[in-house]
């Protein structure tokens, strides 16, 4: 556990991580708030923007036709009589002047040779003949106009040609316009237009040649097929003629700038978190650094305390296993003793009777002997189980018990209880061996105790291991329910006071729970009590 010094320098510590916690948390949520909006906002706009520019794409498409058809159809073509040249000029002119967006209309004979020809460039409009040569072959059909789209240095060209009646020829007026400034910019997006085979015809910030280099094979496919609609959240298309469309992209220049800016930000202010939080740290902890040195001080006292109280339960339980070995030991020893009295009588009777023969007096040392020793066998098996461990070893549950039954043989056979023991299967457990065997002899004991208290007539004890787990039942008639959940608590017994200290269960349970790790636990079966250890 740690003292209170420790827990100063962890109470600082805490104030600097939670400050730092805190920041990052609040950095990233703003992050990824700020990305949710920004794409929040750019999904609401953009379908509106590229309406926008839909709506000026094709008011001046539709304003180009109309001028074409009417230059075609103006009077001073649909006549009998040749029209003069010089009023040609002057309508072409009154035209170029009037829309700013056109830059040349020629007109061209039936033979597709160019008769007049008006350019506009720097506002000054310059009118001539030209050699240039029409290809009329496409144009020869019943409709009134023919229109073409080309890009052309971010602009895009718009050319109509519409057949009209001089005289009694036919001739072709052409009108070509070059709009410009109809992508409306902004911060909130990227622009490509594009061709149908995915050729990008101008981006205001991608430097490539084809959506392939932008994008990757899947997106790239869907942009193509798509004439209006999102592609993903931050991709947009839109179709502004059969051959040419727009591909609207989220600005992340703009979002990677402000992330870029919002991690510097939280590397500042994780810095000014530091400061500020170690004086706050050694400020706040002072109070606490009191109550938590106090408490420091009462739990020691209580765990000492504690220690104590389970060094005298421990001792007390030893004088009791003590106490218990005594009499088992008086147990071994009343039938050796008694073939010792038998021994030296029938030595004593021999003797008046003159039969004191050498044989006769090896024969009563060796029997002597052989009692005798036993009885010190009985010692040595009694201090060895007894014996405290210093250091954990491996063993085997099954050893134990045969160890323990060998020693309560004689108890065992005085209160005529038969012991069954049946192995299932057999495991090694690490820890102390003496303790292990004070928690079985204490089960066993008491086993015998309630079986001779309550005079069972056919007294049965039954021992199954198997691996780690050890059963043993007995055919008392169980513990009685009023006291079950009170059989494990210290100085609690059912046996008078001269009999019992009520401490063998208590330090049976807290050895296989604390020094074992393992389970202690008991139930009633149909025949008695069944006592489950479980290392």
Same mark, same amino acid.
């Given at each position: ?64 036709? =109309?001028?074409?058809? /009417?230059?075609?159809? *103006? @009077? &001073? $073509? +649909?006549?009998?009589? %040749?029209?003069? !040249?010089?009023?040609? #000029? ?113 981006? =205001?910030?991608?430097? /490539?040649?084809?959506? *392939? @280099? &932008? $994008? +990757?094979?899947?997106? %790239?496919?869907? !942009?193509?097929?798509? #004439? ?125 009777? +003159? ?5 006769? !007096?090896?024969?009563? #040392? ?170």
């Amino acid at each position: 556990m740690k003292n209170s010094n420790d827990f100063k320098f962890d109470l600082t510590f805490a104030f600097v991580i939670f400050a730092f916690v805190i920041i990052v948390i609040t950095t990233y949520t703003s992050i990824y708030m700020f990305t949710n909006l920004t794409t929040k906002q750019f999904k609401d706009k953009i379908q509106l923007v590229a309406q926008n520019m839909y709506n000026n794409y094709k008011s001046k498409e539709k304003t180009i036709k =109309n001028t074409t058809l /009417a230059i075609a159809k *103006n @009077d &001073i $073509f +649909n006549t009998s009589f %040749t029209p003069n !040249i010089n009023i040609i #000029k002057s309508v072409f002119k009154t035209m170029l002047y009037a829309n700013s967006d056109l830059r040349e209309i020629n007109y061209y004979n039936s033979y597709g040779k160019n008769m007049i020809s008006c350019d506009k460039k720097n506002g000054a409009i310059f009118c001539k003949n030209s050699n240039k040569m029409l290809n009329i072959k496409n144009l020869k059909s019943d409709k009134n106009l023919f229109f073409l789209e080309k890009f052309k240095k971010n602009a895009v060209e718009f050319i109509a040609f519409s057949p009209t009646k001089i005289g009694n020829t036919t001739g072709f007026i052409e009108v070509k316009a070059l709009i410009k400034n109809f992508f409306i910019k902004n911060n909130l997006y990227n622009l490509i237009f594009f061709d149908k085979k995915g050729n990008i015809l101008y981006s =205001n910030l991608y430097n /490539a040649k084809t959506l *392939n @280099d &932008i $994008f +990757n094979y899947f997106i %790239t496919d869907e !942009i193509l097929k798509t #004439k209006n609609g999102f592609i993903t959240d931050n991709i947009f298309v839109k179709s502004f003629s059969p051959n040419m469309r727009i591909v609207f992209t989220q600005n992340q220049t703009l979002i990677n700038k402000t992330n870029d800016l919002s991690k510097k930000l939280t590397v500042f202010m994780i810095i000014l978190s530091v400061f500020l939080a170690i004086p706050l740290g050694v400020f706040f902890s002072k109070p606490l650094y009191q109550f938590y040195k106090e408490l420091d001080k009462r739990v020691n006292e209580e765990i000492e305390k504690r220690r104590q109280k389970e060094q005298l339960l421990m001792q007390q339980s030893k004088l009791a296993a003590l106490g218990e070995m005594l009499g088992n030991i008086a147990h071994q020893w009343r039938h050796p003793l008694t073939r010792l009295s038998l021994i030296i009588q029938n030595f004593e009777l021999a003797a008046k009777k +003159n039969r004191l023969t050498p044989e006769y !007096i090896e024969k009563f #040392k060796n029997n002597a002997s052989l009692q005798i020793k036993y009885m010190s066998d009985t010692i040595d098996d009694f201090s060895n189980f007894f014996r405290q461990d210093t250091k954990k070893v491996d063993f085997y549950p099954k050893d134990i018990i045969k160890d323990t039954l060998n020693l309560l043989e004689g108890r065992l056979k005085q209160n005529r209880v038969e012991v069954k023991v049946d192995i299932l299967n057999s495991k090694k457990v690490k820890g102390y061996k003496s303790e292990f065997a004070q928690v079985v002899l204490n089960i066993i004991n008491n086993a015998i105790d309630v079986l001779k208290e309550r005079d069972i007539k056919n007294k049965k004890i039954d021992i199954r291991i198997d691996s780690s787990k050890i059963e043993i039942e007995d055919n008392a008639e169980g513990i009685p329910e009023d006291i079950q959940d009170k059989i494990f608590e210290p100085y609690f017994t059912t046996k008078f006071q001269s009999q019992g200290t009520g401490i063998g269960l208590y330090m049976s349970k807290i050895i296989i729970t604390q020094h074992f790790n393992g389970e202690f636990f008991a139930y009633n079966s149909k025949e008695g009590a069944v006592f489950v250890i479980k290392v």
